[in-house]
């Protein structure tokens, strides 16, 4: 059975930070693309991630409005990948899922992600 299972989350105040985790199970982990996804309270999940890991080579993409302040990596003999959140701002409040592709899409949308976890609530205060 795939799992995925985040943890991390929390209330923290603007400026402060936050690492998220993405624990794995049930798939080859170094084969798949793991992605970031966040829900803002009201809205719909963003189609676009906001950072994504190929395991199989590393290369990692980000979405404009976190570069510089999000930063994510993975452990592939801990089949977890890690979200660093910095800069934290009240904007990046959301619920914050983790996904996994098969494949490296063109873009970080959720199309390619075919298994999801339930999130981690992300509460930035000003």
């Known amino acids: 059975e795939v799992q995925l299972v985040e943890s991390g989350g929390g209330l923290v105040q603007a400026g402060g930070s936050l690492r998220l985790s993405c624990a794995a199970s049930?798939?080859?982990?170094?084969?798949?693309?793991i992605g970031w996804f966040r829900q803002a309270p009201g809205k719909e999940r963003e189609r676009e991630g906001v950072?994504?890991?190929?395991?199989?080579?590393?290369?990692?993409r980000y979405a404009d409005s976190v570069k510089g302040r999000l930063t994510i990596s993975s452990d592939n003999t801990r089949n977890t990948v890690y979200l660093q959140m910095n800069s934290l701002i009240p904007e990046d409040t959301a619920v914050y899922c983790c996904?996994?592709?098969?494949?490296?899409?063109?873009?970080?949308?959720?199309?390619?992600?075919?298994?999801w976890g339930r999130g981690t609530q992300v509460t930035v205060y000003s």
């Open positions: 049930g798939f080859t982990f170094a084969d798949f693309t």
């Open positions: 996904a996994a592709a098969a494949v490296w899409g063109r873009r970080s949308t959720s199309e390619y992600y075919g298994y």
């Open positions: 950072a994504c890991i190929s395991n199989v080579d590393g290369r990692t």
